[in-house]
């Protein structure tokens, strides 16, 4: 079963460049995650998608990133315009389930380096 | 709201020893899952094992444990017979219910660095 795929694995720009990273969950996963995880810390949720509506959006600076989950898979995160305290790995993640009892849970991209200049 | 408590930023543990990484967590959920992930220099994101609320028994995974206390609203892992390979950060997360789907939220993360 092939794992959650994230492209670019790293990316370089100055700040107030645009960037987009792309993910593709695992086939069946309903639920797709993205988070923002910086150097020393623990991952920190922009945005949850189920199929593909937004179920939590909360935390997600929206006046420069935005996110979209078209037909329900693939997911595309942008930032536009990058500042500084962009840099950090880009994490997403999804899951099979959506409540209830089973356990759900995240199975994770490798990520995608961020570096603004 | 959800939070997730790691209060031990790094901690050190021989070759062949048992370690205890830390974790406490707030909620008002009735229903949520307690979730620990490994995450080597490498940068991906392992997931170790799992725990309900509702289950009486702590949960195993070969060399991992999770001793999950609910009134105290701890579950901290247990990792026996450390390896080298297990030098790398570990994270605590729990998977609530809001609206209709689960909610992630991770802790701070221990940096767990073993010692031949």
């Known amino acids: 079963e092939a794992g959650v795929a994230q492209s670019p694995r790293y990316k370089i720009i100055e700040k107030r460049q645009s960037v987009a990273f792309w993910c593709n969950p695992i086939?069946?996963?309903?639920?797709l995650y993205w988070y923002q995880q910086i150097l020393g810390q623990g991952p920190k949720l922009l945005i949850q998608f189920q199929n593909n509506g937004v179920v939590d959006d909360s935390q997600l600076p929206k006046d420069r990133f935005s996110a979209e989950r078209l037909k329900g898979v693939d997911s595309t995160l942008k930032i536009q315009p990058a500042k500084l305290e962009d840099s950090a790995v880009y994490l997403c993640a999804s899951s099979l389930s959506s409540s209830g009892s089973l356990p759900g849970e995240l199975f994770f991209g490798e990520g995608s380096r961020l570096t603004v200049l | 709201a959800q939070k997730i408590t790691q209060t031990q930023p790094g901690m050190f543990v021989q070759e062949k020893e048992a370690v205890t990484l830390d974790c406490t967590y707030d909620?008002?959920?009735?229903?949520?899952?307690l979730f620990w992930y490994k995450q080597p220099s490498s940068g991906e994101m392992i997931f170790l094992i799992y725990?309900?609320?509702?289950?009486?028994q702590n949960a195993t995974e070969g060399r991992y444990s999770l001793n999950f206390q609910k009134a105290r609203k701890s579950a901290n892992l247990v990792i026996s017979a450390s390896q080298l390979g297990d030098s790398a950060m570990y994270f605590c997360?729990?998977?609530?219910?809001?609206?209709?789907?689960?909610?992630?939220?991770f802790g701070t993360g221990t940096s767990l660095t073993v010692i031949p």
């Open positions: 725990q309900g609320s509702y289950d009486e």
């Open positions: 086939s069946g996963h309903a639920t």
């Open positions: 997360a729990m998977r609530g219910s809001k609206g209709t789907g689960n909610q992630f939220y």
């Open positions: 909620t008002s959920d009735q229903s949520y899952g």
